[in-house]
């Protein structure tokens, strides 16, 4: 049996872990009426990054989400799942180029699961270091993908990356840490 997709899910921004909540319950609900050999729903997560902030003069850690206002879902029935979808009562729109539901890229998903493990689906923060105006990253996620750096904050320890979710190109921003060259 093939494995199931991870797909796009369009949500009210801020509501991401909510409505993960929400998916999972109705989902779970499903399964339950239907007694179905395959859940319709094997995972449903708002994927976050972690990143530092600098707080009274000290450096602590924080988590902010990937992608605002989107949550992925890992399904092998899109369709079923979206028509679901659409009898909530709150938004959530399964994203679809035409009229095919098409999962995440295998890079893009590769990526994410690299870093991530299923029920934490956090990517942690990169470390690198400037010489001149080449960007090197020792540490991380983005450690040889810088590539996918379209700029930097240093101040905000933020890098700002570019990913491809069902062909279109969303800016987002994952941590990253400028030390001094060891």
Not at 133 to 148: A, H, Y
């Amino acid at each position: 049996m093939h494995r199931p997709g991870w797909y796009v899910v369009q949500v009210q921004t801020g509501r991401e872990t909510q409505m993960c909540e929400r998916i999972e319950q109705r989902c779970a609900e499903l399964d339950e009426q239907r007694d179905a050999d395959i859940p319709l729903l094997q995972e449903c997560f708002s994927p976050r990054f972690r990143t530092q902030i600098k707080f009274r003069g000290e450096w602590r850690y924080k988590e902010k989400a990937l992608l605002p206002g989107y949550v992925i879902v890992v399904t092998r029935r899109p369709v079923e799942l979206s028509h679901e979808l659409r009898k909530m009562s709150e938004f959530a729109l399964l994203l679809e180029a035409g009229e095919t539901f098409v999962p995440l890229r295998d890079d893009e998903r590769a990526w994410m699961e690299e870093f991530t493990e299923e029920g934490k689906r956090t990517i942690p923060m990169s470390f690198g270091y400037r010489e001149g105006d080449t960007l090197v990253v020792t540490k991380g996620p983005l450690k040889g993908r810088e590539g996918m750096i379209t700029r930097i904050s240093r101040k905000k320890s933020l890098a700002y990356v570019e990913l491809h979710v069902n062909g279109v190109r969303i800016t987002t921003t994952v941590g990253l840490g400028i030390v001094p060259k060891a």
